[in-house]
């Protein structure tokens, strides 16, 4: 449990700042998308721990849970890193 804490406690200022570099004129706005992400990403993960053991799968599921959604989103990371990159003058794709 630490290292989970540790780890979130290096991401999240890391991803803040990166966040701000891509829109420095709507800092507020782009910390406020980051903190609701990371809700939302908990709260998903309590409802797919719930579903699993409300199926009848036992404790032991909610590890396959979250092996699941955490596969979901590496895959929408490699996706998203992998797209053509925006402008960063504009801030347009393509």
Avoid: H
Avoid at 9 to 18: C, E, F, G, S
Avoid at 40 to 53: K, Q, R
Avoid at 59 to 88: H, N, Q, Y
């Amino acid at each position: 449990m630490f290292g989970v804490g540790a780890t979130m406690m290096a991401a999240i200022p890391t991803i803040q700042v990166r966040l701000t570099g891509l829109a420095p004129e709507s800092a507020t706005l782009m910390g406020a998308m980051n903190l609701a992400s990371l809700n939302v990403a908990n709260a998903l993960g309590a409802w797919a721990g719930g579903i699993t053991i409300g199926a009848g799968l036992g404790l032991l599921s909610t590890v396959w849970a979250g092996f699941i959604l955490t596969s979901a989103g590496l895959i929408l990371f490699i996706t998203t890193m992998t797209a053509e990159p925006a402008d960063r003058a504009t801030g347009r794709f393509g």
